[in-house]
Every structure is written in C-alpha cells, then in structure tokens.
C-alpha cells in the first residue's frame, strides 16, 4: 500500500507521516479497507446484473391470480406432491369433511348407537399451505412456486378480502413445461369431480363479481327424477340440440338470440328441482345459483352476474313465484315504494331487484348468449305473463302427482340393490354389448339381496311387490317427495311397505274430506 500511494501522491505520503508521528496511527491500513469494501460492493452488483441476465435467459415463470379457480387447483397438488410433504409454512386447523369427501369413520357404541364426539376426536389434522415459496417436482423436472400476498384482508373479511396470486417458475427457455403443468392441475380435478355437481354460487363485491363454489353433490341420475319418460326424452333431446356447435351457428345465421330457457311447473315436491340437478349431472354442468330475494341485490348487480356466469352452468331460479316480482316490479314501481322506508324508520329487506330489471337481464341488449336457464315455480298462474312468454321461455314442463306407473317404478328404485339401475335407464351412454352386461349384473345382484330386505330373491318379485303396493294407493293424490318420505320410513322392509300402505291412502283420505269440509265452512261463513 505504500508503495501504492506513496509514488502516487507526495500529498498522501506527508500526509501520512504527519498522523503517524502526532497520532500514532498508520493510515495505509485504512487504503487497504477502502479498497476491500469498493471492491466487494462492485463485486455485488456485478453478481446481481449476471443473476439478472441468467433470469431472463433462463428462468421462465407464469402467474395465477387467486380470482382464477386454477389458484386453488395448482395449491391442491402442491400439498400433495414429492416434494410438498414437508413444508416450512403452514396453516393448520380440524374441520368436519363433507360427505362427498370422506365417508364418516363413527364409532357405535355398546348399544350400537352412533356417537360422533368419538368420531370427532379421531379426525386429521387439515395443512393450509401459508404465503412461502415450495418446491415440488414433476417428472424429471422441478418446479418453484411463490405464494404472494398483494393486499391484506381488510376489517370485513368478505367485503375486503386478501388478494394473493401464484408465481410457478421453472428453469428452461419456454413457458411450455409450466402450462403443461397448469393443464395437468387443471384436469386432475376435473377427473376427480367427474362424478359431481357443482353449486356454484355468486356475489357482487363493489365493482367486481365473484362466482365460487358453495357445494358438491353426486351427480344424480335420470332414472332418479319421477316423470314421464317420453317427457324426460324430450328434455333431453331439447337440451342436447342447443348444446351442439352447429345449432350456435344455425341461430346466428338467423340473428336469433342464442338462449334456451325452461319453465319447470306443479305441485310441490313434484321433482322440479331434482330434474334441474339431474340435467346439470347429464351433461356435466354446474349449477349457477341466485338468491334474487337477497335485500343486497340489486338490478345492476343482477346484470353483472349474469355478464361473468361459469361456462357451462346451468342457471337456476328456484321458486320464482316466491319472490313476488310482480308486485315490485309493477304495484310498487308506480307508487314509487320499493324499497323505501317503511315510514318508522327503518328500511324494508325486500329484494331490490324488479321485474323490468330481471326481463333485461334475460334477454334484454347486453343479455349473454349460450346459457341455459331453468326456473320452477309451484304457481304458474302466478307469474307476469311477460317473465315466461315465448322467447323467455322456450319449453315448459308440468309435473303431475304421482299416477301408478310412478309409484310403481319409485317402489322398484327404492328396494333395488345399489349397484343396480332399474328399467328405463335414461342417462347410459352404452353399447347393446354393455347394456347387456348390466341386465346380467342386475339379475345376479338381485339375486343376493340381503335378508333385511324380505329376502326378495327374483327381479319379478320386486315388480309383484311394486304392483301391488300402486294399486292400494290412489293415483294423482300424492307427490312423489310424499311417497318417498312413506318408503324411507321403511326403506329396509318392502314388505311392510305393501302391507302399511293402506294407512297412507286413509290418510291421503282423511285430509282431502278436512280440506273439503274447510272449504265448504268457509263458502257458509262468507254466504252468511
């Protein structure tokens, strides 16, 4: 250092002399430090500029918002990858599983009775993966993916929740390995779910619209829904024949509106709910779910759920005939009363969606094509002339009580084994080869019946048994929800199914002379 900065500079050299001799310090020892530290913080940008570039080169990364449902789909098989067994951040809890994924473990006790405090206590612990970065491999190639928190929730979880988003990187000079392996998540759960419906259900926050899932069921079978066959058939076909690509074209051609929409009409518990579900698990769709009885929904928010509906789901409005829209979309539009104070103050939790609002939701200017719309009501007549005319409507479907070909074939689905489809298996997509094959299964199935079910041994058994419990019924008195409510009461002895039948057609008796006995007094009352 001295030879260094001594030849450089005489300055420097005097200047070094003087410290020494008054100080006693020797100011070489610092040059040697400063030199270090400028060589060391060179070195470290130097170091980052060519991590940088090898970055850029290299390293190849996509993101995915938590908005997206392929978020959670990505976080599902991370937790459960190679290399995800072992995490440094986690989220635990205990929760009660549904029952479309996990049976429950109970536990009887000494009296063979359930007891679920038992069964609680032996449930897993479930892993929530925290924001962190996780390795996981797939194949012969490793993937790194950071879990990042944008916003945190606000006061009000739901109004204001947290924002995160997915960084999946992978080293490579292409973003083709890692959407490979979105597509790969993607449909690992759409191979898991194939089996189920899903329930999706919406709700507008501020200016953004969000669509999740609320529930799964198992997609339940044509065979299921009491209705006519032909009826069924026609629905069917009806459904099948929107849904093909040409048919979109055929309607655009034509300037026709692309949308089908259904009136499901009866009495109640009729199977105008359970059709709908039915439909969704037949062509293997969701279910769009809107509450318009919601006092927080109003006309605008309507339109924006509908502008972000699920691709293929089928929307439903349950009940139409329950949310009065009639009445607040004409009555009280023209006094000017919806939703106003009740003149004590306090405002009324009546919906604010309206009529006019609903109509342009469905097939107003900026109405979406494609989608399928399925409303059920008990009370036709009930409904605005203009909610279900043509056009909004498109195919109307009654339901009857049940008559003797119904109750017969509800006897036969409710004693069959259950690995066994009765007759008119509406929903197989079969060869002649494998339908029979499942008439050979049923026979042998049929034939092993256990002894709790009065030891039916012969498929014409159970059809004798059908029979002769539909003849002591009476026909189109009862819903098919009544019947099913009698057989579940004895859903493991048939034969005393036949035998108490009676007691329900007495009883299907006794409440129509209280009802026309209530009838003809309030007929006096009012004559008087």
């Known amino acids: 250092m001295d030879l260094l900065f001594g030849a450089a500079s005489p300055i420097l050299q005097s200047v070094q002399e003087t410290v ?28 980052d500029n060519l991590s940088r570039l090898l970055h850029f080169c290299s390293i190849r990364e996509v993101t995915v918002d938590d908005q997206c449902e392929l978020f959670r789909q990505v976080l599902d098989w991370v937790k459960e990858a190679a290399y995800g067994k072992e995490f440094a951040n986690l989220k635990s809890y205990t929760d009660w599983p549904r029952d479309d994924q996990e049976e429950l473990n109970v536990r009887l006790d000494t009296g063979g009775w359930i007891n679920f405090n038992s069964w609680a206590v032996s449930q897993k612990m479930i892993n929530k993966l925290s924001p962190g970065n996780y ?27 947290p924002r995160e988003c997915l960084c999946v990187k ?4 292409s973003t ?55 009826i069924k058939d026609k629905v069917l076909a009806d459904m099948n024949e929107f849904f093909l690509p040409s048919t979109a074209r055929w309607y ?9 929409g259904y009136l499901f009409h009866g009495r109640p518990g009729t199977g105008k709910t359970s059709l709908a579900y039915a439909l969704a698990g037949f062509f293997g769709m969701s279910i769009s779910c809107i509450s ?7 006309d605008s928010d309507l339109a924006l759920l509908f502008e972000s509906l699920p691709k293929r789901s089928i929307i439903l409005f349950e009940d139409i005939d329950a949310f009065g829209l009639e009445k607040r979309g004409l009555e009280n539009a023209k006094k000017g009363k919806t939703n106003q104070d009740d003149g004590k103050g306090k405002k009324s939790n009546e919906s604010k969606i ?84 499942a008439s050979d299964n049923k026979t042998q199935s049929l034939e092993k019946l256990s002894e709790s079910s009065s030891k039916i041994q012969t498929e014409d058994e159970l059809h004798g048994m059908a029979l002769s419990f539909a003849e002591k019924l009476p026909e189109y008195r009862l819903s098919p929800a009544k019947v099913q409510g009698f057989l579940l009461m004895r859903k493991k002895d048939p034969q005393k199914a036949v035998e108490e039948a009676d007691e329900l057609a007495k009883e299907v008796k006794e409440a129509e002379a209280k009802l026309a006995k209530k009838i003809e007094e309030e007929k006096k009352a009012k004559d008087a």
């Open 20 to 47: 020494k001799k008054r100080l006693g310090v020797d100011v070489s020892s610092f040059y040697t430090i400063a030199l270090l530290a400028t060589l060391t913080r060179y070195s470290y940008v130097l170091f």
């Open 135 to 161: 390795w996981i491999r797939r194949g012969n190639r490793f993937f790194r993916i950071d879990r990042i928190v944008l916003k945190e929730a606000g006061n009000n979880s739901f109004e204001d929740p």
């Open 170 to 173: 992978t080293l490579g000079f």
């Open 176 to 230: 083709e390995p890692i959407l490979e392996f979105l597509e790969f998540c993607s449909r690992r759960e759409w191979d898991m779910k194939a089996s189920q419906t899903s329930i999706e259900g919406g709700k507008v926050q501020g200016e953004f619209t969000l669509w999740r899932n609320i529930a799964y069921r198992d997609i339940r079978s044509m065979d299921t829904v009491v209705l006519d066959k032909i």
């Open 252 to 260: 655009s051609k034509r300037g026709i509106p692309h949308r089908r």
């Open 292 to 298: 318009l009885s919601d006092p927080d929904l109003s």
């Open 354 to 437: 309206t009529l006019s609002g609903l109509l342009n939701c469905l097939d107003g200017v900026a109405a979406a094509d494609g989608r399928i719309l399925i409303m059920t009501t008990n009370h036709k007549d009930e409904l605005d002339a203009a909610l279900i005319r043509p056009g909004r409507v498109d195919l109307e479907v009654e339901f009857q009580l049940s008559d003797r070909a119904s109750l017969v074939e509800m006897f036969e689905h409710m004693y069959a084994p259950d690995d066994v489809e009765t007759e008119g298996a509406t929903t197989q997509r079969s060869s002649p080869k494998t339908e029979q094959v």
